[in-house]
Nanobody, 124 residues
Framework: QVQLVESGGGLVQAGGSLRLSCAAS????????MGWFRQAPGKGSEFVAA????????YYADSVKGRFTISRDNAKNTVYLQMNSLKPEDTAVYYC?????????????????WGQGTQVTVSS
């Protein structure tokens, strides 16, 4: 039902910023909550941020709170993750995910659709 494509990853120095985008396929993007997860080398999937369909409710992992901002533009079928003050420990493959619900959740098992991921590397 939904295909997701992440973009915007790359290599950045510590303290820098990146903005990730997640574009959803299809003609409509109605009533999908969205989330961002990441997987660092040798580690499992880690919740990063989530946003409700309306965009009025957001959730962040403690490790990124105050540095990352999730947002969405439903007219463009796109979700964003603005990442500021990046740290080397933020290095990971970042995945966006979608669930057909207005409410956001933090568990990866709650999401039905996943993108292929985009690599973020932060150097010191």
């Amino acid at each position: 039902q939904v295909q997701l494509v992440e973009s915007g990853g790359g290599l950045v120095q510590a303290g820098g910023s990146l903005r990730l985008s997640c574009a959803a396929s299809g003609r409509t993007f109605s009533n999908y909550a969205m989330g961002w997860f990441r997987q660092a080398p040798g580690k499992g999937s880690e919740f990063v941020a989530a946003i409700s369909w309306s965009g009025k409710s957001t959730y962040y992992a403690d490790s990124v709170k105050g540095r990352f901002t999730i947002s969405r533009d439903n007219a463009k079928n796109t979700v964003y993750l603005q990442m500021n003050s990046l740290k080397p420990e933020d290095t990971a493959v970042y995945y966006c995910a979608a669930r057909k619900s207005s409410g956001a959740t933090t568990g990866p098992s709650e999401y039905e659709y996943w993108g292929q991921g985009t690599q973020v590397t932060v150097s010191s």
